[in-house]
């Protein structure tokens, strides 16, 4: 870094940070701008877009409708690069301002729920799955959902944004982060070198959490760093990966609220299963 930075006694918000995302940074809370949020006809309402911590969302409501369960949701883009996660029927549900936001409306009173590691646990116990219900499986399960949640803030924020989004490269944080990020992917190549999942032998939300992040990170989906970070020397990161991205609810769940890529990977919003068949926008576009 050429520029040397002394910090002022108390830091003002003097001008945007720069960078991609920049537009929608902010240092205070709260709503913007009065905006309900829509209200679909099933029992779950989710508010997201198909970042990585959608994607885990999305995933896990696919695999629970595939697994037979009465799981059926609408859910509606949200898109924060216009900023709709101030609106201020989100910040009700959300006041962290964060995709995903979730309502449960199947109890007698509407219940939020947000942050995508409580909105995985909320739906596993409400239905009783991908989650053992006790024992060392369910405990190691939760060690790996958490680790997840502390380690993927220095991937995404740390890596991913000074590698790929930053408007500069800057050597120092480029390194710094690049560094944990490959030593999280050999913690993840170790823990996979003796079971076919991440917690043991069965799938779970644990799988569901790590791989929108690090299963696409290593099949080239995430900051086009599969390079860069010599992703193909973690042999047993790839091959679940790739296990998982297999699976049929998984892609289905990468597709939900998703704006960007091909467009028959694109399914704005989710209101019924033949949404796939009919509502991407490629099928969207040959209608008009």
Known sequence: ????????????????????????????????????????????????????????????????????????????RIDIGKGDQFASGFVEINPNSKIPALMDRTGDAPLRVFESGSILMHLAEKFGAFLPASGPERTETLNWLFWQ?????????????????APEKWQYPINRFAMEAKRQLDVLDRQLASRPYIAGDSYSIADMAIWPWYGQLVLGRLYSAATFLDVKTYKHVMAWAEKIDARPAVQRGRMVNRSFGEPHMQLHERHDASDFDTRTQDKLALAT
């Open 1 to 76: 870094m050429s520029d040397t930075y002394t910090p002022p006694e108390v830091w003002t918000w003097e001008t945007e940070s720069g960078g991609k995302f920049a537009s929608i940074n902010r240092p205070v809370a709260g709503a913007t701008h009065n905006k309900e949020m829509p209200v679909g006809k099933h029992p779950f309402q989710l508010y997201s877009l198909a970042t990585p911590n959608g994607v885990k969302v999305t995933i896990m409501f696919e695999e629970l409708l595939a697994a037979g369960h009465d799981a059926e949701y609408d859910a509606w």
């Open 149 to 165: 949640m502390g380690s993927a803030p220095y991937l995404g924020g740390g890596f991913g944004h000074f590698y790929a989004y």
